[in-house]
């Protein structure tokens, strides 16, 4: 539930803002919630776009690893290569189709069923195990690391918990993306016919390039350290200084597709805007991964944050899809109007200066309607303000510009 409380904040925030997109509004909605202090926030039209910051320890233009906000940049490389007119991975495409090893020997064996398609991957509700070596961890012993992403596929394809209970049932983990994402690497491989070809170049070509993401300004801080300022997913490259389990090296043959990406609130919002415009991706893929694939079976104690998920993001349902919200950087997407010049994209990135806020918000958020998380979640940052003694600083920058810059 720690993971889930940046995103039930971001979620609310989210569903206070309606079409059409009223920057006055939209600033004294944020101005007006307390625990927003320490804060980035960028939300977002085609014609409008407002950009502002609150406190110092979560600039607009400051780097840090974003956790499942990855997810969404995943997801639409792979649709960007299922689109490239060169490559042929399709939608229906199963693992076998690219992984020659993928095989069974039972033909009642679901993992080469049919069904098992990339799109049920990205959905991720192919029932396999986690593997036993995850994207962005150290590669097994003895295996070279531009083979390690290819080894730890076939250690999860043979891995003995493999059961039958598990098919078409929601796990929120990263396996579903972990074997997609190889898949649409060795479709790339096979047009450009370099095995070199790595995970970023398909970052860059497309997203980075078509997006016109350009460097952060800021690549270390309170927020992690980073070699450069570069939309990346060296985002591992922070667990020294954001709440991991253990810090990790980052290897681009091997990247962590579910959550290791290192970027700032406002390259964010320049994916963000492409990716609603069309862009990146065409409307069908839009979306398909902003729309739900199914219920995720209880996850987040049924909440409507967490009630169903598409392909990267959760989805209400109602039209609005988001990321989850780990360590307080959750984006957004509101589709709610039958005008899409007025749909809306946004990045609301919270820094929280001490961890016992979480529990606070955590008991806070439980055991109310969202109606009123609001007023929880300022009850809560009130607590902190008073037990620091003093009032942060605060800087503010409010911009409307157009189309296409954030």
Not at 24 to 33: F, Q
Not at 268 to 285: I, K, W
Request: hydrophobic content about 40%; overall charge negative; proline content about 6%.
């Amino acid at each position: 539930m720690f993971r889930q409380i940046g995103a039930l904040f971001g979620y609310e925030f989210a569903t206070s803002i309606v079409a059409p997109l009223d920057i006055i509004e939209v600033d004294r909605a944020y101005h007006s919630r307390v625990w927003l202090d320490n804060s980035a926030l960028i939300v977002g039209t085609q014609s409008q776009v407002y950009a502002a910051e609150r406190g110092h320890l979560c600039p607009l233009d400051t780097k840090m690893l974003i956790w499942s906000g990855t997810k969404l940049v995943t997801s639409t490389i792979i649709y960007s290569v299922v689109e490239d007119a060169a490559t042929r991975l399709a939608l229906n495409a199963t693992p076998g189709d690219w992984l020659p090893w993928w095989r069974c020997d039972d033909a009642s064996d679901r993992r080469c069923s049919p069904a098992l398609t990339l799109q049920k991957l990205m959905a991720f509700r192919a029932g396999l195990p986690l593997p036993g070596c995850e994207n962005g961890s150290p590669p097994p012993s003895g295996v070279q690391v531009k083979d390690a992403w290819e080894e730890c596929a076939k250690q999860l394809f043979n891995d003995p918990s493999w059961t039958d209970d598990r098919w078409d049932t929601f796990n929120y983990d990263s396996t579903g993306l972990f074997i997609a994402g190889l898949m649409a690497l060795k479709a790339r491989r096979a047009v450009s016919g370099h095995e070199a070809d790595l995970w970023p170049t398909l970052l860059q070509d497309y997203v980075i390039a078509p997006a016109g993401i350009v460097d952060a300004t800021q690549f270390q801080s309170d927020s992690g350290d980073f070699p450069d300022g570069q939309f990346s997913y060296d985002g591992i490259l922070a667990c020294a200084k954001v709440p991991c389990s253990t810090p990790r090296p980052y290897y681009p043959e091997f990247p962590g597709l579910s959550g290791s990406i290192g970027c700032s609130p406002r390259q964010y919002g320049n994916f963000s805007r492409a990716l609603l415009a069309h862009e990146l991706v065409s409307e069908e893929h839009v979306s398909e991964i902003t729309r739900s694939h199914g219920d995720s079976g209880g996850f987040g104690m049924g909440l409507p944050a967490f009630s169903h998920y598409g392909q990267g993001t959760w989805a209400d349902g109602e039209g609005i899809a988001h990321s989850l919200g780990r360590n307080g950087f959750t984006p957004w997407f509101d589709r709610r109007s039958a005008e899409p010049s007025e749909h809306v994209f946004g990045v609301l990135a919270v820094r929280l200066e001490e961890q016992w806020t979480y529990a606070i918000g955590v008991a806070l958020a439980v055991g109310l309607p969202l109606v009123v998380l609001g007023l929880a979640a300022s009850c809560f940052v009130l607590v902190r303000a008073c037990r620091k003694g003093g009032d942060a600083r605060k800087k503010q920058s409010v911009a409307e510009i157009p189309r296409p810059g954030v």
